[in-house]
């Protein structure tokens, strides 16, 4: 590994002065379970490292009944595991983060860095594009909020600058009567990593779904919302008839990466398997909810 100089500032500002002057040669690093593996194998060779670990402003999870949830960007996955605030509004959340690859990355790990690594074979970015979310950047130019259908662009890429933060998440609240479901499928027990995704989140109204958003991930380039099933799905009874329909309808719309984990093929199949149960398990849970209401 290249020698670097390591930097360690208080503030977003001063991390953000440091961005803008150091330029493309420096590196932020969070928890650094990504950074580093490529920095060992010199695949990246940054001449500073930016540790913003101790930056106050990127930490914490807190709710507001208007703006929903604020996720700092250093919040790890533990965090969000075992956050009550997150167990109390979104608690879907917290059942994603606890499968996110093993305690030890968890325990290190961040959501900010899981977010602007980019890397397709995870778990947080399908869900927060189903729940809505958006991202904070800020930079010494001023501030932006994404969406994640803007962040997130392709294979390992996404809209954040060279010298902008990703300072903090934002999950809107549920609308009432919504349930959330995410569930991923892993090729073999012992990955860590998803090779396929699936996030829903719908209003049933009297059984019928409505405002359904349905997000695949791990298994193609970037997650996206199938909207062909969406529009399936709206106004329609929950049954296992309908999860079955949908989940053809989103094995045949999306576009499967292949790699050594697994062909293109192999990639939608499970995809079809994986979407049909994730409708079955929510529809099944808001019978169960529907029932103890
Ligand atoms: C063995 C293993 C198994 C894994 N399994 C899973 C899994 O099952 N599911 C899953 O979702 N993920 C998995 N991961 C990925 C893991 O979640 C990410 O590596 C981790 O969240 C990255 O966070 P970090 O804080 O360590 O990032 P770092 O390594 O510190 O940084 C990653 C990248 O993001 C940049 N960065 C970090 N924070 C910021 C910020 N706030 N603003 C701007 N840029 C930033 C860095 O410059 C770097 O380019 C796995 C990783 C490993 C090593």
């Known amino acids: 590994m290249r020698d ?37 194998q010199r695949m990246v060779n940054p001449s500073h490292v930016i540790a913003v670990d101790q930056i106050a402003a990127m930490q914490g999870i807190d709710w507001d009944h208007r703006e929903g949830l604020r996720i700092g960007a250093l919040s790890r996955h533990a965090d969000l595991a075992c956050s009550d605030v997150i167990k109390t509004h979104h608690p879907v959340l917290a059942e994603m983060a606890a499968q996110v690859a093993n305690p030890q990355v968890r325990n290190q790990g961040t959501l900010g860095g899981n977010l602007c690594y980019g890397d397709p074979s995870t778990d947080p970015p399908g869900l927060l594009m189903a729940l809505g979310a958006r991202v904070v950047l800020q930079s010494s130019r001023g501030q932006r909020v994404l969406s994640m259908e803007e962040f997130l662009l392709d294979f390992f890429a996404t809209a954040i600058e060279s010298d902008e933060l990703l300072v903090e998440v934002r999950v809107p609240p549920m609308a009432a009567g919504s349930h959330a479901q995410y569930t991923r499928f892993k090729r073999t027990a012992a990955e860590h990593r998803p090779l396929v995704s699936v996030s829903a989140v719908a209003r049933l109204e009297q059984g019928h779904c409505q405002d359904v958003r349905l997000v695949i991930g791990a298994s193609v380039a970037v997650p996206r919302r199938i909207s062909q099933a969406e529009q399936f799905l709206q106004g329609k009874r929950a049954s296992d008839a309908i999860a079955i329909e949908a989940a053809q309808i989103v094995a045949q719309a999306i576009e499967p990466i292949s790699d050594l984990r697994g062909s293109a093929d192999y990639r939608r199949e499970m995809v079809r398997v994986q979407t049909r ?11 169960t909810l529907k029932e103890s209401a």
């Not at 149960?277 to 019978?287: N, V």
């Open 4 to 40: 670097f100089d390591f930097l360690q500032p208080a503030s977003v500002h001063e991390a953000s002065r440091m961005l803008a002057d150091l330029g493309e040669d420096c590196r932020v690093i969070a928890g650094g379970t990504a950074l580093m593996l490529v920095m060992r």
């Open 277 to 287: 149960r994730t409708l079955q398990t929510l529809f099944a849970r808001w019978g």
